[in-house]
């Protein structure tokens, strides 16, 4: 595997770029992904002690659920979202890179968090993980999105970051997705707005990123990703 940064992770890159990087990020080994993070935590501020906690959190805790997920690489996806969040970040702080790599713990591996000793996981990043974590059973429902983005925006800034990026990581790979309107609507109508508050440049690449993978010719020029669906844009 590449070892440079800009070729996993997410960097304001061309929307085809970032594409082809998230889906291929898709079928990519967790732990040789993480290993490219950890090789770039000194980089970030990371002294080794805090990185080797990172990495003790990653490769003993979290590599070692089970997740409620169709994708059985599903941890490329917290791990993309921790990088692309910790090199936004001016200077990142240990708990902000475990909250990036734990921020959906509560929704793919329910009640798992208690097993993780605090010393790994403090208090404070657990409750910002629960703050987080949307209810599923109402996500479609317009008064309980716009408390639950509210909620987050009134976290601050690097809440709206995270946030931001989780669902800029979700956007990106999600071309054969059957619902992909309703779930990108989302984004521009419920969490762009309030992004651009904090980071328009962010909020911008996001609300374009929703619109263009819609489009059937880039879901065609992605057809190699999605066998299933590939005959069927051809015809």
Request: net charge neutral; with cysteine.
């Amino acid at each position: 595997m590449e070892k440079s940064f800009e070729a996993h992770f997410f960097v304001f890159d061309t929307l085809d770029r970032e594409i082809d990087k998230k889906l291929k990020s898709k079928r990519a080994n967790p732990p040789e992904l993480f290993a490219v993070l950890r090789e770039n935590l000194p980089a970030m501020g990371f002294a080794p002690e805090a990185a080797g906690k990172i990495a003790e959190l990653f490769e003993n805790k979290l590599s070692r659920l089970n997740y409620r997920h169709q994708n059985p690489n599903y941890l490329t996806h917290p791990i993309r979202v921790a990088a692309a969040y910790l090199h936004h970040l001016k200077q990142p702080s240990y708990e902000q890179a475990v909250l990036a790599l734990a921020h959906n713990l509560n929704e793919v591996a329910p009640g798992m968090i208690a097993g993780i000793e605090e010393r790994l996981l403090p208090r404070a990043v657990q409750d910002q993980i629960a703050a987080l974590t949307v209810d599923r059973v109402r996500q479609n429902d317009p008064q309980y999105l716009n408390a639950y983005f509210d909620s987050i925006a009134a976290m601050g800034p690097h809440a709206m970051l995270l946030k931001g990026l989780d669902k800029l990581d979700n956007a990106l790979g999600c071309l054969f997705l059957e619902c992909v309107a309703e779930y990108m609507e989302i984004n521009t109508r419920y969490l762009c707005p309030r992004l651009e508050k904090f980071y328009p440049d962010l909020a911008r690449y996001l609300a374009e990123v929703s619109l263009y993978i819609q489009k059937p010719e880039t879901r065609k020029r992605f057809c190699e990703f999605d066998p299933a669906k590939s005959k069927a844009l051809s015809q």
